[in-house]
């Protein structure tokens, strides 16, 4: 019989297949898509081709704007939210509004095309950290902002449009609903227990073991409880830190050595999927507390969701967590 | 004369363009698909394009790698009545975007801006 579980943060329902789930074979694309091939804006010699570059990593002095980079990152040049203005925000009868300010930007992990996250040598993703910390601590300084959001689409189904590897950053003058819903979901817990609830999920999850896939001395990754799709997988901290930027900086290695280690699992387990991450941190009004812990989801896009999930806010799910753990775990 | 090439697979958009910008004081040649505006461009070098995203047979994201491949700084506006395309990075080889409108002002400033640049 299908099991009903629940998110302990935001009380999220999800309906796990218990019977045999879906092995990672079931999920292997049949032909994938390649995202557009043929001129790429973001390859090097194709700097004047983006917006001028607002932080980069030249190791051989090499002058902004031109190639010789390792990382760039640059502003959206069609983005979503506009930098310029001031914040307006107004009523409209009983509805809500405000006008577009925000920052959306993108960063481009390296300069060779075709050359996925998960295969870049471990300064160069040590390095795509280091870009999102100082990317928010950056934006931090403006005002009108609350929260950055970072995520990256990995393949067309995820969403992305070139196959040239990069992840995108959007500063919101508001906290996104979600974030919300898991700082709220996280105090409550805090308040009813005096406990952190991730730091709880941390422990219990280690002393387990079912749905741990890997850890080292600072960070562990997991498939979480109440999994919404086949092979989600979080990356936590081992200790309590509520925001990513308040992490020490010598364990950003650690982090990317963690990081790339499970995008591997995940690209040989099943076949390069479609993938999407967000790191999920304290919104920048409260980035010191006890209660919420910083963290990376990584969802494969493995099911589409339809008018049971848009309806209900349930998720179904077809591979256990505890499979799917046992799965990456066993992939070397 | 300045010299603008228009793709677009709608009839309308080509005649209102085409009227719109030879009032402007441009020589202008259309297409009604990408593949016609990539034959085009053997035998018609414009100073700028303007590419329809959404047509039939290439779209014009495709025509655009396919421009910038030959011509690296032909100036390439992209027009399309759907604003979601501006999400997909592929657009940065272009110069500009321009949300498809029946005022054009925004359109003819934005060639203006370019063509002066």
């Known amino acids: 019989m299908p099991e009903l579980r629940k998110d302990p943060i935001v009380g999220r329902w999800v309906i796990i297949s218990t019977e045999r789930g879906k092995r990672p074979t079931s999920f292997k694309i049949a032909e994938r898509v390649l995202a557009s091939s043929g001129f790429c804006p973001l390859c090097p010699e194709n700097e004047d081709k983006t917006p001028p570059e607002v932080y980069a990593v030249r190791r051989n002095g090499s002058k902004p704007n031109t190639p010789g980079w390792s990382l760039r990152v640059v502003s959206n040049k069609f983005p979503a939210l506009i930098i310029e203005g001031s914040l307006n925000k107004q009523g409209e009868g009983m509805y809500d509004k405000m006008n577009g300010i925000g920052a959306h930007e993108v960063i481009i992990e390296t300069p060779s095309h075709g050359t996925p996250l998960s295969q870049l040598d471990l300064q160069s993703f040590e390095d795509v950290l280091w870009a999102y910390r100082e990317r928010i601590l950056d934006l931090k300084k403006d005002e009108r902002f609350r929260y950055v959001l970072i995520f990256k689409n990995h393949g067309v189904e995820a969403g992305a449009s070139l196959d040239h590897s990069h992840s995108q950053l959007i500063a919101l003058p508001i906290t996104p609903k979600l974030v919300m819903e898991e700082m709220e979901g996280s105090k409550n817990y805090y308040n009813y227990k005096d406990r952190c609830v991730f730091c709880d999920i941390v422990h219990q999850e280690r002393e387990d073991k079912r749905r741990l896939i890997v850890e080292n001395n600072d960070f562990l990754a997991i498939a979480p409880y109440a999994s919404r799709s086949p092979f989600e997988v979080w990356i936590l901290p081992q200790k309590h830190y509520s925001s990513f930027v308040n992490i020490p900086p010598e364990i950003y290695r650690s982090l990317a050595e963690i990081f790339r280690d499970v995008l591997s699992r995940i690209e040989v387990a099943l076949e390069d999927p479609p993938y999407n991450f967000t790191l999920h941190t304290s919104p920048f009004n409260n980035l010191i507390n006890d209660y919420y812990h910083w963290h990376f989801e990584i969802i494969p896009t493995l099911s589409k969701i339809a008018g049971f999930e848009i309806g209900s806010g349930f998720y179904i799910n077809s591979t256990p967590p505890e499979e799917a753990a046992t799965f990456l775990k066993e992939i070397k | ?117």
């Open chain 2, 1 to 117: 004369m300045k010299k603008i090439l228009v793709a677009d697979d709608e009839e309308g958009i080509r005649i209102l363009y085409r009227e719109e910008l030879e009032e402007e004081g441009y020589e202008v040649k259309v297409a009604a698909n990408g593949k016609e505006a990539l034959e085009l461009l053997d035998s018609f070098v414009p100073d700028l394009v303007i590419l329809d995203i959404k047509m039939p047979d290439i779209s014009g994201i495709e025509v655009l790698k396919q421009i910038r491949v030959k011509f690296r700084n032909l100036p390439v506006i992209l027009s399309s009545a759907y604003p979601e395309y501006q999400q997909d990075l592929s657009t940065w080889a272009s110069d500009a975007y321009i949300v498809k409108s029946s005022n054009l002002e925004n359109l003819k400033s934005t060639i203006k801006k370019i063509l002066a640049g």
